[in-house]
């Protein structure tokens, strides 16, 4: 019995599989093409004046080529990385065309810059060090996601926030989970009140340089009250202050996680509640930096006021709606159930956020070790659909550096891709069949309706859908987005097979 348990034990904390293990990482969806393939979303948000810097994702063999047509003159593109750099141009909306081209061909698509109040005019894509590295992130891991990014095909896909967690300032020594690094435990803002990184992060603006010229954007995290959640400096009476240092080291997002505020404040009103958050909002309305401001209260109890009925107002980009991911898992059903509630509350620009996609490789906080995910592939590609489907922000966090064929295969698929970035924003509308099987139907920009057929049974079920139910009148095109292959033609009706725990992500588009 011991050797059983340290056997799995090993397996386990090593990363080890069994060939059985791996056979059920079931691939669907077929490689990209050598020819250029964009993957851009259709419209793209940033506030005029401000720095511009946006990658154009490409999937394909490169060299690529990029052109740019109706680029303004405040930008600049550079032909063979397609980051396209500069200052955002004076208010108003620039229809683009880009062009890529290689050895086997040329694919264009159309980008509608908007310069005016709002960025994240669709959901950020992007990387966080949480679920790989926990309490110790460095410098030289952040540099290597990006680059990891950019050789694996994750940055094709769009894939373009490399964000720091929690963990890069230092710590209280006496803490509810004690740091034992002596770097992680140094002062923890200067005499003037500036706060310091650790000394794993010995030059922040050159990290962030590095990002930007590979054309990825940066993000920093921080709490309003005086310790973070690991038990690190926060910005509890210097919101003002930290924020400018954010903006002067260049970054581009600042996730604001509540932690132990109120500390010793009274909370117990909705103004106590937005208080905090409505402080720093208003300390980045006076930055000149197009900086993502990302909330997390993480229970979005009542308590906490809501977060979704206000978030926006507050200059919010997004919000989570429940509590950390891992708490939840393997049931990503019950996190994303509990995220559609609050649909009506989302739009482009104000985001629901049901955190990270925790795939792969995971770190293990307590050993350090490594570990696969232990969800069913079948779920797996439900717990990525619906993310998809619910335009949720797309943040992979897990070991980038060791991710495997089968999680970048559900992490760029560009069918997926393209149902999170519709420019519509909406969130999927819920239709319950029964207990254990429910659709999320999404209408996209172009008159498509994409529905998501979930299945919450142990056993595969055949489910069939009259699509007038649904509301759609007509006779459509049939089209699996996951394997990326027309399945029927003129139908009014559709039945398929859905894994157990699984889904299937079918696409109508009217017959013409
Ligand atoms: C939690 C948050 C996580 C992570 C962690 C860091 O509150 O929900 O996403 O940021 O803190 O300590």
């Known amino acids: 019995m011991l050797r059983l348990f340290l056997l799995i034990s090993f397996f386990y904390f090593t990363g080890i599989e069994t060939s059985a293990q791996q056979d059920s990482f079931y691939i669907l969806t077929p490689p990209p093409p050598v020819q250029p393939r964009l993957n851009n979303p259709l419209v793209y948000g940033c506030r005029s004046g401000n720095d511009f810097l946006y990658r154009i994702p490409c999937q394909g063999e490169r060299p690529i080529v990029f052109t740019v047509k109706g680029l303004p003159k405040s930008l600049r593109l550079d032909k063979n990385s397609g980051v396209i750099s500069g200052k955002s141009p004076a208010k108003g909306t620039y229809q683009l065309n880009v062009i890529a081209k290689n050895k086997h061909g040329v694919n264009t698509k159309s980008f509608k810059i908007i310069s005016g109040e709002k960025i994240a005019l669709t959901p950020i894509m ?77 030059d922040m603006k050159a990290m962030t340089d590095y990002l930007h010229q590979k054309g990825f954007k940066a993000g920093i995290y921080s709490s309003p009250s005086k310790r973070t959640c690991a038990g690190f400096e926060g910005s509890f009476g210097y919101e ?122 995971l770190g293990n906080r307590r050993t350090g070790g ?19 489907l619910m335009a949720s922000p797309l943040f992979f966090s897990s070991r980038i550096d060791k991710i495997d064929a089968f999680t970048l295969n559900l992490l760029t698929n560009h069918e997926i891709i393209a149902i999170n970035q519709d420019p519509l924003g909406l969130c999927g509308r819920l239709v319950t069949l029964n207990e254990k099987q429910f659709l999320l139907v999404k209408e996209l920009h172009d008159g498509a309706t994409v529905v998501g057929i979930f299945n919450r049974n142990s056993t595969d079920m055949e489910i069939k859908i009259n699509l007038k139910d649904i509301g759609l009148k007509e006779t459509y095109d049939v089209r699996d987005c996951w394997r990326q292959v027309l399945i029927g033609h003129d139908l009014s009706s559709f039945q398929t097979t859905v894994p157990a725990i699984g889904c299937a992500v079918i696409k109508f588009s009217k017959t013409n």
């Open 370 to 388: 490594i570990y696969r995910t232990t969800m069913h592939p079948n779920t797996q590609y439900a717990y990525v659909s619906l993310w998809s």
């Open 240 to 361: 003002e202050k930290d924020a400018k240092q954010w903006a002067q080291w260049a970054f581009d997002l600042i996730k604001y996680d509540r932690c132990s505020y109120p500390d010793d404040a009274p909370y117990n009103t909705l103004e106590q509640a937005k208080y905090p958050y409505e402080k720093l909002g208003q300390a980045l309305k006076k930055i000149n930096r197009d900086i993502y401001y990302s909330l997390c209260q993480y229970y979005g109890s009542e308590k906490d006021g809501d977060v979704w009925k206000w978030g926006g107002s507050i200059g919010g980009n997004s919000w989570r709606t429940g509590t950390d991911i891992n708490a939840f898992l393997p049931d990503v059903f019950k996190v994303a159930l509990r995220n559609i509630q609050f649909a009506a509350y989302q739009k482009p620009g104000e985001w629901n956020d049901p955190d990270f996609l925790m795939l792969g490789w």
């Open 126 to 202: 992007g990387w966080n060090h949480w679920y790989a590295y926990f309490d110790k992130p460095t410098d030289a891991l952040i540099r290597q996601a990006a680059d990891v990014m950019l050789s694996n095909g994750l940055a094709d896909a769009g894939y373009n926030y490399v964000c720091i967690d929690d963990c890069w300032t230092n710590a209280y020594e006496k803490n509810r989970m004690p740091i034992q690094d002596s770097l992680r435990l140094k002062r923890r803002r200067d005499s003037s009140g500036s706060i310091l990184p650790n000394d794993y992060f010995p």
